[in-house]
């Protein structure tokens, strides 16, 4: 399966921030992102009417069993932004060990501002590329991604990490606007995406390029269908793929298999 860059149709950075692996278009995105950060919240609520906040709801109770608080559970919550997502998880799973990671310092610094003492406690906001994880092997029972994955240079390279990173058996989440298949999920798309999210999106953050960046970043994307053969091929089962909202947006859960060598291990220990 080939799967296509997002656009690279961004202002030049000026340079990359603390994260030592990122590439030229990371650095761009990375660039963005921090620019747009103060304003990043406000604009995703108005634009989406709410229905990002139900959305990542309903995808972060898809981590961990229903009944679970997260009791010894480390979750990666991953291209955390504001760390809405973390705090979510937070609040689903509470005694859950959450690291919000991110590559742009400033989405991670309006996020660390929101969270009470409690939460600190909880959630350890972490840069990072997603592309080189610095975490060890199998150091996470679950990992979520919300809106976080339309935007790398190498999607196969940073699914690869994160199947790393899960322990076997792991679970990963992610939500996205993946590339819309329908004639309906194409038309909303194609007007909502020229209208509303221009026009909030400047609004709110000054920035009309990220905003024109992140249309086309979702037609550069790679649909469900081939996401879930992409997860198939770095070792996850158990995939399912769920639309939201008429199938605007989609939620994709995976399980960590467990490797050849993990297998052979695991049956030596019982021998
Ligand atoms: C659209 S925001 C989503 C933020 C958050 N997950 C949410 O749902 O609001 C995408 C985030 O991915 C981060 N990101 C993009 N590429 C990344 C990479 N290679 N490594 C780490 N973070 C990355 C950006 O800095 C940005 O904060």
Known sequence: MSEPRPSTHLPASS????????????????????????????????????????WRRRAVRSLLPAESRGEDARILDLCAGTLDSSLEIHRAFP???????????????????????????????????????????????????????????????ATAEQARVLRPGGRLVVLDFFRPTTLATRAFHGLYNSTVLPVVGWAFTGNLEAYRYLPRSMQAFVSAEQYRSLLESKGFVDIEVQGLTFGVAAVVTAVRAPTAGELAAAKGAVA
């Open 95 to 157: 005694e859950a060990e959450v690291v919000g990671g991110d590559f742009s310092a400033g989405m991670l610094e309006v996020g660390r501002q929101r969270l009470d003492a409690e939460a600190r406690a909880a959630i350890t906001p972490k840069e990072m590329d997603a592309h080189e994880l610095p975490e060890p092997a199998s150091s996470f029972d679950a990992l979520f991604c919300a809106f976080g994955v339309r935007n790398l240079s190498d999607l196969a390279r």
């Open 15 to 54: 340079g990359r921030e603390g994260v030592e692996t990122v590439d030229e278009h990371g650095a761009r995105v990375q660039a963005m992102f921090s620019d747009i950060a103060p304003g990043y919240d406000r604009a995703n609520r108005v634009m989406s009417m709410g229905i990002d906040v139900r």
